[in-house]
């Protein structure tokens, strides 16, 4: 009876030291491959007029976070696989965090009316090599130009009359006079930008005014004879959205 009392118990040490040696040893369970760590990327998108300098245009698959700095002298966006920053006036910037699962080719535009056209796009390339950004020369008899430009420069004409005060409200995309006419004389101009984006008030042939960010003001004054006088805003595009009028001196 103690014989088989024995064997017995030899079976049940040896299952188990056959158990223990599935989790110990050269039997140990294998632990689970570790993750590749997360890859984030940094990447400084330069906008002016009217391009985007990306400090990098190939990036790894991951995290991108872009820093968006607007080095122009008027408002610019940046979108890119379907998000987009806030509009930035002139020396503003912010940041816009994307995580790309694959790769790919990826635009990107400023999506502000005109700027893409003028040249504010490209292709960012995610774990591929993006295609060659070309620009192409073309000579133009046009006098209409994309560059702002600004002074603030005294009209030397001398004009008799009454002095008349203007008041010019600018919005997206419209002036508010606060009359359409005025009688020939030193007429001055209290210009208020009312919008969101940067404007300017310009007299063709006249004067250009300064260009100035929203709920800035500047006063002017100028000497306008009898006759009819166009008036738009600078700034590229603003114009072909509706910024222009026409004031009549009596």
């Known amino acids: 009876m103690r014989r088989v009392v024995g064997v017995v118990l030899l079976v049940a040490v040896g299952a188990i ?3 223990a040696g599935v989790f110990t040893g050269s039997g140990a369970a ?12 940094k990447v400084t998108v330069t906008a ?10 190939k990036v790894p698959v991951g ?14 966006d940046f979108k890119i696989a379907g998000k987009k920053t ?21 635009p990107f535009v400023c999506t502000i009316f005109g700027h893409a056209g003028a040249g504010m796009k490209g292709t960012l390339g995610v774990g591929v090599t993006p295609p060659r950004t070309t620009t192409s020369t073309s000579t133009s008899t046009s006098t ?17 009359g009454p002095a008349t005060t203007v008041n010019v409200g600018m ?16 007429v001055t101009f209290v210009i208020t930008n009312k919008g969101a984006e940067v404007h300017n008030f310009s007299i063709n042939g006249v004067r250009a005014g300064a ?17 009819g006088y166009t008036y738009v805003c600078d700034v590229p595009f603003h114009a072909d959205r509706g910024m222009t009028g026409f004031l009549t001196v009596s």
């Open 30 to 41: 294998s632990p689970k491959a570790a993750k590749a760590p997360a890859v984030t990327t």
């Open 48 to 57: 002016s007029e009217f391009r985007f300098k990306l400090s990098k245009t």
């Open 86 to 106: 806030k509009k930035l006036s002139p020396g503003q910037k912010t940041t816009l965090k994307i995580k790309f699962g694959k790769k790919g080719k990826f």
């Open 17 to 19: 030291g056959l158990v």
């Open 171 to 186: 919005f997206e995309y419209r002036f508010e006079l606060s009359q359409p006419s005025v009688p020939s004389g030193q």
């Open 63 to 76: 995290t991108v976070v872009f820093t968006v700095v607007n080095k122009g002298k008027i408002s610019h």
């Open 211 to 227: 260009i100035i960010s929203p709920g800035q003001t500047e006063t002017w004054t100028v000497g306008l004879a009898p006759g």
């Open 144 to 160: 209409s130009t994309s560059t702002v430009t600004s002074t603030t420069s005294t009209t030397t004409t001398t004009v008799t």
